[in-house]
């Protein structure tokens, strides 16, 4: 994984201009500077890869000559014949002074965001061994449920994403203004509670290019890429400018004892409800995402639905800009906690009879519902036979539920549709699903006769 996605570090360029490129993150005095895989080990270069190994020839060392004398005594004369012996060289080695061990230095923390909307651990350790030691672990893991929210840890700009299983799924990277890059891998890839391989984990309509908020989500947390069948995690990592990993347990660290986080949750943080839960991550999965706030971790399942939201939720559903409806208006809901004499001053209404709220009724549903349906049948059909989509106009109520009946799309078991009852948005979010998508619009048993 970290060798084909280090392949697109080089895109990183094309966004500087974008940034007025900050210092980079050198270690301030007295700090120690980041931990990189080449100080860890020796045999490896910054970015983890082998260094080239060469063999040294000692040199011979030949010592001064000495010449001896040989004399023969024969009859006709005397013969002298020199000869040359090598005496080894001598040397004298002074012992090398034992270094004094380093002062401690503050460890070198880059200033960024928890990388997960809930709290979790930092494990596997930065330069552990992977596929048997053929390659070193570059960031951190943090282990999290499927589905927690992955949020950017700093302002920046994604200078990659691979979200379309099974093409590398599913990973992103972001560039921040001083160079620097944080890595987000393993990111979901399944329709929720499945192994499928069909699921979206990467924030939907997310492109290259597009600037990202720190805290804002991105993605959320799987076990696709090498990770597959494995405990759900992020695989975390930091960048330095020039384009290699550094330890990032210091820095996450440091995050997370600054944040204040919740200890699970699913893509959203404020849905208590196990089975909206399950809708809201279902939907997730399926590229559907229906955030109400800028960072894109609340759903706001208690709040009033309103159409210009609903028609946001059909548009992501199926593609199709439905045609405008008029809010709905109906009485305000109120608590049992709240005194009838205390009504004005906590709604802000004279009155049970004055206090009335805007928003959508199953009934503006069921329309919406079967016009969706509706041009989804006529786009079946031969270009040459179905009629523009501006042309099939919302039905009324009557007609739009007997329309769906008959399709099936809503069972004998379900009631009928209210024109009165304002819903909200976790009601939405579930008779959409089930009259557009079709998850749970079957019944097992037909519903008892009501008067």
């Keep these: 994984m970290a060798g084909k996605i280090g392949g697109v570090i080089a895109i990183a360029a094309l966004v500087g201009a974008l940034f007025a490129i900050a210092p980079m993150g050198e270690a301030a005095e007295g700090e120690c500077g980041p931990v990189t895989l080449d100080q860890l080990f020796p045999d490896l270069d910054v970015h983890g890869n082998p260094l080239p190994t060469t063999t040294t020839v000692p040199p011979t060392t030949v010592g001064d000559p000495t010449t001896t004398t040989v004399v023969r005594d024969d009859s006709s004369s005397t013969t002298s014949e020199a000869t040359t012996t090598s005496q080894p060289a001598t040397t004298t080695t002074e012992p090398l002074p034992v270094p004094s061990p380093p002062e401690p230095c503050p460890s070198w923390v880059y200033e960024m965001m928890w990388p997960l909307g809930i709290d979790s651990r930092v494990f596997s350790s930065f ?255 031969p270009p040459g036979e179905r009629p523009p989509d501006d042309l099939l106009i919302l039905a009324d109520t009557r007609q739009a539920e007997r329309g769906l009946r008959a399709l099936g799309i809503i069972g004998i078991c379900h009631e009928s549709v209210d024109a009165e009852k304002l819903l909200t948005r976790a009601e939405v979010a579930r008779l959409l699903s089930w009259w557009i998508l079709g998850e749970g619009s079957s019944c097992d048993q037909p519903a008892e006769a009501t008067s």
């Design 127 to 381: 330069g552990a061994d992977r596929d048997g030691g053929a390659r070193r672990h570059e960031g951190n893991d943090l282990i999290a449920p499927t589905m927690a929210p992955v949020v950017a840890v700093a302002d920046g700009v994604v200078t990659s994403i691979h979200s379309t299983p099974p093409d590398d799924c599913c990973w992103l990277l972001i560039t921040h203004p001083d160079g620097w890059q944080s890595l987000y891998v393993h990111l979901n890839n399944d329709t929720y509670r499945t192994d499928d391989g069909l699921g979206q984990g990467v924030r939907p309509g997310l492109e290259v290019g597009d600037p990202v908020t720190a805290g804002q989500v991105v993605g959320w947390v799987g076990d696709s890429g090498n990770a597959e069948g494995s405990t759900p995690h992020l695989h975390f990592e930091l960048r330095h400018p020039a384009g290699y990993s550094v330890d990032p347990h210091a820095s996450l660290e440091a995050a997370r004892a600054s944040a204040d986080l919740p200890e699970a949750g699913g893509p959203y943080l404020d849905i208590g409800v196990p089975a909206v839960r399950f809708e809201a991550s279902w939907l997730v999965t399926k590229g559907v995402f229906w955030p109400c706030d800028d960072r894109g971790l609340e759903f706001c399942p208690t709040r009033l639905g309103q159409p210009e939201d609903t028609l946001e939720l059909i548009y992501q559903m199926t593609g199709l800009n439905a045609p405008p409806l008029a809010p709905s208006q109906g009485p305000v809901r109120v608590q049992d906690a709240i005194p009838k004499d205390r009504i004005e001053d906590a709604l802000g209404c004279e009155g049970l009879e004055g206090c009335v709220q805007s928003g959508i009724t199953s009934a503006d549903l069921v329309r919406l519902a079967h016009w969706a349906n509706l041009v989804a049948q006529t786009r079946l059909s």
